[in-house]
């Protein structure tokens, strides 16, 4: 995640890139565009609001030295000298143009941004924004036609909203390399962006395994606990989850199993389905790591703890006091009605 209050846009340029599978061509500019100030000031905001709240952070791969990882090499030479950007950002569009080996492929626009005084824990860098635009919307456009009566026609042009494709890469590395950032809201193909354009992973740190460990519990409680059980223990367990990850700022596998999960069968469950888990998407779900409280925070409004009912009733668990669902809600059946019901304790209405 960056903070962009300060960040200013050094360069931008936009080319056109084709696909190669259908001999569509480039179509390369030869001079970086120059803002007036409504531009600029709407087109910073929306080439890095997307990275202001993503956690997950990537790192260049390569089969054989990461050194040759061609964005990696690119985005190198630019912030060793930026008088290069513009040679260099032809060489990310050929590269581009390289990877649409079908039809599928969409030809866009590419924006190569320069951008200084990204915030990055808390530290100034540099960075470098690659964009794709795949899609365009249709808007009215009116004017004064030759009669000079007000007229109206169709056009298309870029949603201010959101990005189809982009990535930022920071002027700064770790023990695993320079820092990453990338969205892909067009996602036609898993492979292309993420894999054969940029060729990168997923960085191993704390924000990566406090994310993998939510994603087991959700999926966990959606095809086991669910299934076996209902609806207010899943509620319950995504609660007691949450609250176990805010309570601890290590995460220990085994001391989560005993205090969470109570009964030893479902424990063996769960056992069974990291393993699956983990070899189904090819990750390790590390057994003891530090708690992102980022990642936490992003993903706590993301659970629902709520109990729909096919009577058109909800109840609502508080994710941050499990201990009061399981204290104050009984599940029983009627016999007279043939219905299942809840039943609820309080001492006074709110």
């Known amino acids: 995640m960056i903070n962009r209050n300060r960040a200013s846009l050094v360069q ?18 030869k001079q970086c565009v120059h803002f007036d100030e409504d531009s600029y000031d709407l087109m910073l905001p929306f080439l890095l609001k997307s ?7 990537f790192r260049f791969a390569h089969h054989a030295d990461v050194n040759l990882n061609e964005i990696n090499v690119y985005c190198h030479e630019i912030f060793n000298d930026i008088s290069k950007f513009q040679e260099y950002s032809e060489n990310i569009v050929k590269h581009l143009y390289e990877q649409s ?26 960075g470098i924004g690659i964009f794709k635009i795949e899609s365009k919307l249709p808007y009215f456009q009116i004017f004064n036609n030759d009669a000079n009566d007000l007229d109206v026609l169709v056009q298309k042009g870029i949603s201010t909203k959101k990005i189809d494709k982009g990535c930022l890469i920071l002027n700064t590395k770790d023990e695993e390399g320079s820092i990453v950032f990338s969205i892909d809201n067009n996602n ?21 395994h406090t994310q993998m460990y939510i994603d087991l519990c959700k999926e966990f409680s959606e095809e086991i606990i669910l299934e076996e059980s209902g609806k207010k223990e899943q509620a319950e367990f995504l609660a007691q989850t949450v609250s176990y990850l805010t309570d601890n700022e ?3 596998f085994n001391d989560f199993v005993q205090e969470i999960i109570i009964d030893e ?12 888990f983990e070899q189904e998407r ?7 790591f530090e708690v992102s409280t980022l990642v936490l925070n992003k993903e706590r409004k993301k659970i629902k703890s709520e109990i729909k009912l096919d009577t058109n009733i909800s109840i609502k668990i508080d994710i941050n006091d499990p201990e009061t669902a399981s204290d104050n809600i009984e599940l029983g059946y009627d016999e007279e009605k043939k219905m299942k019901f809840y039943k609820i304790y309080f001492n006074e209405e709110k």
């Open 12 to 29: 931008f340029i936009i080319h056109r890139v084709g696909n190669k599978f259908n001999s569509t061509k480039n179509t390369y500019s």
């Open 51 to 57: 990275f202001t709240t993503t956690s997950e952070s």
């Open 101 to 126: 080996n079908s039809a599928n492929i969409k030809t866009g626009e590419v924006l190569i941004a320069y951008f200084e005084e990204l915030l990055y824990e808390d530290r100034p860098v540099s």
């Open 188 to 208: 036609y193909d898993a492979q292309y962006w993420f894999k054969h354009f940029l060729n990168i992973r997923y960085a191993e740190d704390k924000n990566r």
């Open 250 to 252: 290590d995460f220990n």
């Open 265 to 276: 069968e479902v424990q063996e469950k769960f056992k069974q389905y990291k393993t699956t």
């Open 282 to 288: 090819e990750i390790l779900v590390r057994n003891t």
